[in-house]
């Protein structure tokens, strides 16, 4: 509890353009939890080095994200906004938690299988320890809730492993978190394969909608969209191109598939692709404009990212002293 209020921790990467399903199935999100809890969303730049970066690229889109935060719509001054590497608490916490964790659970780790198999040529401790730096970002703050996505929970449970363990041995020192299952986000499928989610890093570009994406490229994007040849526009899952289509204009409309099945009634796909492209513009836009404007106020980003990371460094200092005196090293003398 942060002032009689709930501790919610959350991070992205900033490697790869955001896309439309990470704002609908998140960020948006984000934006409404910051209202209810004291959040911590971090650009946890650190476990972007697990997988080999250039490093003007790394920096350019963590301040990218870091803008695109605030551009969606979070309030600097009420949630912490910050890069992961500049509070080295979670460095050393993350340390200390290795040696809390077992070779066993992370061999267990889905995504660190399916990433060794994907970067076979560099298949480093980071890659192998990442759930563990992820846990030490959540203690670090003693989050009560974590809001991820499904292809993270594994990990959390884990950081939930890891703070009961630590806890039974040394008394209540981590709050143990839960996975956020408040109002999910909707779940954005690829254009170009609606079996697989939409993912900032499919090779196709065409599969993607960028949240920088102007507003040709959006509409040129969904029409070339794949459906299929029923010709009948219905929310089913024999037609999943079609299905995703309708998520996206219903996520970006606040209208229920049903309402929509009913509004294209008789339409072919040509019309309610346009439709669907146009819904996402008016969602872009406004985003593209607070960006923009945003991004040309380099000293009020300055100093969000300086005031922030000081709010973020005091607390996670909090805990990680504690931790310190626990596991028995020695106090510094003042
Ligand atoms: N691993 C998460 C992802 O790739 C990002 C992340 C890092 C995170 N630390 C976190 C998410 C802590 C939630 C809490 O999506």
């Not at 993912?199 to 029409?223: C, H, Q």
């Not at 089913?236 to 009634?265: M, S």
């Not at 300086?306 to 626990?326: C, E, I, M, S």
Request: aromatic share 10%; proline share 4%; with cysteine.
């Amino acid at each position: 509890m942060i002032d009689g209020k709930k501790v919610l921790f959350s991070g992205m990467q900033s490697t790869g353009n955001l896309t439309l399903g990470n704002y609908l199935g998140a960020l948006k999100n984000w934006v409404a939890l910051a209202e209810e809890y004291e959040c911590f969303y971090s650009v946890v730049d650190m476990h972007s080095i697990t997988v080999r970066q250039v490093p003007a690229e790394l920096r350019k889109r963590a301040r990218s994200l870091l803008t695109l935060y605030i551009a969606a719509g979070i309030d600097p001054e009420k949630a912490c906004l910050y890069y992961q590497s500049h509070v080295s608490a979670h460095a050393e916490l993350a340390w200390i938690l290795n040696c809390y964790t077992y070779m066993g659970e992370l061999n267990r780790m889905t995504q660190f299988k399916d990433k060794s198999a994907k970067h076979a040529d560099n298949i480093n401790a980071g890659l192998f320890t990442y759930p563990v730096l992820m846990a030490a970002d959540i203690l670090l703050y003693q989050a009560d809730v974590v809001p991820v996505g499904a292809d993270q929970s594994q990990h959390l449970e884990l950081a939930r492993d890891i703070a009961m363990r630590f806890n039974n041995i040394y008394g209540d020192v981590f709050t143990v978190p839960e996975i956020y299952l408040g109002k999910v986000g909707a779940k954005i499928q690829s254009l170009q394969d609606p079996e697989k989610k939409m993912s900032k890093s499919d090779e196709n570009p065409n599969a993607s909608i960028y949240l920088m994406d102007d507003e040709d490229t959006v509409m040129r994007k969904f029409k070339r969209a794949v459906t299929d040849s029923e010709g009948v526009i219905l929310y089913r899952d024999e037609q999943p191109g079609l299905k995703n289509l309708i998520n996206i204009y219903c996520a970006c409309t606040n209208r229920t598939p049903d309402e929509t099945v009913k509004e294209f009634e008789g339409s072919g796909y040509g019309v309610f692709k346009e439709a669907v492209g146009c819904a996402v513009n008016d969602v872009l836009r406004p985003l593209h404009e607070r960006y923009s404007e945003l991004e040309k106020d380099k000293a009020y980003i300055d100093k969000v990212i300086r005031d922030n990371a000081d709010k973020a460094a005091y607390f996670a200092g909090k805990t990680l002293r504690k931790v310190q005196k626990k596991v028995g090293f020695p106090e510094r003398p003042r």
